[in-house]
Nanobody, 114 residues
Framework: QVQLVESGGGLVQPGGSLRLSCACS????????MAWYRQVPGKQRELVAA???????MYADSVKGRFTISRDNAKNTLYLQMNSLKPQDTAVYSC????????WGQGTQVTVSS
């Protein structure tokens, strides 16, 4: 069973930056479109950014120009560079394929607050 482990979250002030990582236990990672999602209590999980195996990216309008998704297939790792963070970015961030084919990891909490 493929496992996903997210890390890199934390508490940051508005305008700050964080870099999230998602380590995948299986090299099959490289063949999938991978995505970052976020969820706040009481709301549905939303897709924030996606990256195909060929390098095409997609971003939600709310993060476009501020977040950058990337991947290192040699390390089976997905990244999310988050800049100019806003309080509304506060959420638990998780990674998965574009159709959530793998089991969800525990996610990593991002809190943007002064």
């Amino acid at each position: 069973q493929v496992q996903l482990v997210e890390s890199g979250g934390g508490l940051v002030q508005p305008g700050g930056s964080l870099r999230l990582s998602c380590a995948c236990s299986d090299s099959i990672f490289r063949f999938y479109t991978m995505a970052w999602y976020r969820q706040v209590p009481g709301k549905q999980r939303e897709l924030v950014a996606a990256l195909t195996s060929g390098g095409t990216t997609m971003y939600a309008d709310s993060v476009k120009g501020r977040f950058t998704i990337s991947r290192d297939n040699a390390k089976n790792t997905l990244y999310l560079q988050m800049n100019s963070l806003k309080p509304q970015d506060t959420a638990v961030y998780s990674c998965n394929t574009d159709f959530a084919r793998f089991s969800w990891g525990q996610g990593t909490q991002v809190t943007v607050s002064s």
